[in-house]
């Protein structure tokens, strides 16, 4: 039966309406289920998140973290995931004290400005000493006219008042070479300028601003390999690594009478004796409190005093002796709070002074 203009029109009309409201219909489902699938994603964001632990800090404790980060991970088989960044530990504490990260590795203690910081933001913090490492003075391999250095040497070199004087070789020993000085430091982020300043100097980033500076010790490292005429500090596990690279000196210093002592190269030997002064000092993480509450943050801990006499050797680190570790996780279990050190760094602190602290505290 055919139909007329206006039966046409209506139709046409009616079937818009329709299909206007099949799509909608259409829509509203794909909306929906969008909308579920966007919730399930942000449920298990939600997770990822907390089943994250964030380390960051000091380039030195990096190797260390690095390794108890993979060896956890590989345990915990991928149900949680810890990230280690390298920002230096002046760095690290920056992000620790605003509440960033989980865990802060160090290369000396925290310093009162910094206690202060994280104290304003409600930041509270457990203190573990992790290893020992030896600051290494370094030269060229090439470089035959020095193979051991006086703390007045370095001091010569480095202190704020030599920048643009103290330029050559022989201004700071009359029978080194007629040749510029190259000198290579860490960053002022890094926790090993501040505990090299200190010890140098007299006082944490007291320090000449004219050298190459870098919070990445691999650079410093390729600096003075590639040039006779370079000095620079490293920390123990980077010039282990690069033996073949540099030339470590021997370290002249003084006794309690100030008479200049044998010259004592670094290795795990001497700092464990306490003979490498003044550039053997401890190494830390500091975690969070709050963080601590998390169950992966607080397995974590546990895993990395467990494996810490084990993996720190490869890591190229100086491990503590065992009770100290056992102690160690005695400490974070029971949550104590706070630092030995008072806000400062205590250059020459030895192994056994370390422990007295941490059974005192």
Known sequence: ????????????????????????????KKLGIMAG?????????????????????????????EAMAEEFQTAQKGKVKVTVGVSGTGGG???????????QDASRPIQK???????AADIKFIELPIAYDAMVIVVNPQNNWVSEITLDELKKMWEPEAQGKITMWNQVNLKWPAQKLKLYGAGSDSGTFDYFTEAVNGKSKA????????????????????????LGYVPF???????????????????????LQAAVL?????????????????????????????????????????KSESLI????????????????KDLAKKGRLGTVFNGQSDVGVKVEDLLKRETQL
Do not use: W
Request: overall charge neutral; some cysteine.
């Open 1 to 28: 039966m055919p139909f007329n203009s206006n039966e046409l029109s209506n139709l046409s009309s009616n079937l818009d309406i329709l299909s206007s409201e099949h799509l909608t219909s259409i829509s509203n």
């Open 37 to 65: 699938l966007l919730t399930l994603i942000i449920q298990s964001t939600g997770l990822a998140q907390s089943a994250t632990i964030k380390v960051d800090g000091s380039s030195t404790v990096y190797p260390i973290s």
């Open 93 to 103: 504490f920056k992000k620790f004290c605003r509440g960033d990260i989980d865990i």
């Open 113 to 119: 400005a910094e206690m202060e910081i994280c104290k």
């Open 207 to 230: 320090s000449r601003g004219d050298y190459t500076a870098s919070e990445d010790d691999n650079t410093l490292i390729l600096g003075v390999a590639n040039d006779k005429y370079a």
């Open 237 to 259: 596990s980077y010039y282990e690594e690069n033996k073949k690279k540099l030339k470590a000196l021997g370290v002249i210093s003084k006794n309690k009478d100030g008479k």
């Open 266 to 306: 670094p290795s795990r030997e001497t700092v464990e004796k306490g003979t490498y002064v003044p550039f053997s000092r401890p190494l830390f993480i500091y975690v969070s409190e709050k963080s601590m509450k998390r169950p992966e943050v607080m397995d974590f801990v546990n895993f990395y005093m467990s």
């Open 313 to 328: 050797p490869s890591a190229k680190g100086i491990p503590l002796p065992g009770k100290v570790y056992t102690m160690a």
